[in-house]
């Protein structure tokens, strides 16, 4: 491992999303939820550099840039500083944010199952600690109907997603049914 870049790649995405918190009441700092995605992919044995560092930086295009000029430069940022493999990885698992939500979400089912296994596992890292935050740290305003449909939106995402890292698989399973179980209780 290159730790070099690895502490390069989180710096880097600290300064990107330095004025962003995650939705919930917590208002926990933004970099922690790269940070915990790179965790999750550590915790069940993915330990490939160019994984790590796209997990690291998997939010910086979709949630720090406004418009395809500042796609275009943070692009060739991530390119010179990390190379092809994590610029093409990340640009995978960033949606289009000029197009409406619910599209974006549908893109999000139909576009999985033909994505890359590296932006794949990336894919089940995000979405267990999205509905991680889910459980223990909701975003503001969210009503339980909201939170459910994320859950099962998320689910429908994953299944596109599943077999390139059976333990990730599982856990991500295990998280999905603690949370339902967890929100119908309340
Ligand atoms: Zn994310």
């Known amino acids: 491992m290159n730790n070099a870049k690895i502490i390069e790649a989180i710096y880097f995405a600290g300064v990107r999303h330095k004025d962003q918190t995650r939705k ?13 995605v790179a965790k999750v992919l550590s915790d069940f044995g993915e330990n490939d550099d160019d994984l790590i560092k796209s997990a690291l930086l998997h939010d910086v295009i979709e949630d720090t ?3 395809e000029k500042e796609i275009k430069e943070l692009s060739n940022i991530i390119l010179e500083k990390f190379g092809e493999i994590v610029l093409l990885t990340v640009l995978e698992v960033s949606d ?3 197009l409406p939500v619910e599209e974006r979400k549908k893109l999000q089912v139909v576009n999985t ?12 890292a995000d ?3 999205n509905i991680l935050d889910i459980k223990n740290d909701p975003p503001v305003n969210w009503s339980l109907k909201r939170k459910l449909s ?6 429908k995402v994953v299944s596109g997603a599943k077999g390139v890292n059976k333990k990730l698989d599982h856990y991500f399973d ?5 949370t339902y179980s967890f929100l119908k209780k309340k």
């Open 127 to 129: 979405k267990i600690c």
């Open 96 to 98: 289009n944010k000029s």
């Open 174 to 178: 295990q998280v999905y049914n603690e």
């Open 150 to 155: 994320y859950l099962d939106w998320a689910n």
């Open 65 to 67: 840039t406004k418009n």
């Open 24 to 36: 919930g009441l917590g208002r926990i700092p933004y970099i922690n939820h790269p940070i915990q």
């Open 113 to 124: 199952p033909k994505l890359s296994d590296s932006a794949k596992k990336l894919k089940i």
